[in-house]
């Protein structure tokens, strides 16, 4: 029973540089979820996806920033021309049915890609 | 309107004892208020959550009260362990918006 899994746990960019980070949800998801975590602060919403539909994006604090989910499962989020100010744990969360909110959409998180941007 | 106000940022107990973490909403169109366990290098996982149409909840050695006519909402743990020393975030949701609103968080340490 594998959870929500990320790639990679952690990563370093130099400023202006390009990242990818990768989220494997739970096999049968429909809605996927990307977060920020800034340290010591509760994550905040970036985007969400169900199935290949990106619904909602209204969190992506610029346009370097970039999700996708083109089959409905894997999910990428890439940020270009990095900046010191993305640095941040990027959590990745996914739930089974669509997004609803309430009790009945857990959300499952990932471990998390901690990326440090100098 | 949209913010969830987390208190204490840090929480010292001794084991045994009873660990208290508070929130508060403005919005009172939420309707759902969970709380999440985050142990470091992994992400949040569900502990307990609860509707306002009851005031609390139990589940285990976790209580969530709840009190819709002052906005607050808090976490109790009884008889805390060192295993549940980790950072507590309150979240809150509307039924008809899946965006989770995040507390600050709480970073709690039980004392063998």
């Known amino acids: 029973g594998a959870g929500v899994s990320q790639s990679p746990r952690y990563k370093v960019a130099k400023r202006g540089q390009d990242v990818a980070l990768r989220c494997d949800p739970i096999s049968g998801h429909v809605s996927l979820f990307w977060y920020q975590q800034a340290l010591g602060q509760g994550p905040e919403f970036l985007t969400y996806?169900?199935?290949?539909?990106?619904?909602?994006k209204s969190g992506l604090p610029s346009d370097r920033f970039f999700a996708e989910r083109p089959e409905g499962s894997v999910s990428t989020l890439k940020i270009q021309r990095t900046q010191q100010e993305d640095s941040a744990v990027y959590l990745c969360a996914s739930s089974f049915l669509r997004a609803s909110g309430g009790s009945y959409n857990e959300q499952f998180f990932g471990p998390g890609t901690r990326l440090t941007v100098l | 309107q949209q913010q969830v106000k987390q208190s204490p940022q840090s929480l010292i107990v001794q084991k045994g004892g009873i660990s208290i973490i508070n929130c508060a909403y403005e919005n009172t169109a939420f309707d759902y208020f969970p709380w999440y366990q985050q142990f470091p290098g992994k992400g949040p996982a569900l502990l307990i959550a609860?509707?306002?149409d009851v005031s609390e909840k139990k589940e285990g050695r976790f209580t969530i009260s709840f009190n819709k006519s002052a906005k607050q909402f808090s976490l109790h743990i009884m008889d805390s362990q060192p295993g549940d020393s980790a950072t507590y975030f309150c979240?809150?949701?509307?039924?008809?918006?899946?965006?989770?609103?995040w507390g600050a968080g709480t970073k709690l340490i039980i004392k063998p």
């Open positions: 996806f169900q199935n290949e539909a990106q619904l909602d």
């Open positions: 609860i509707r306002p």
């Open positions: 979240a809150a949701n509307m039924d008809s918006n899946y965006q989770l609103i």
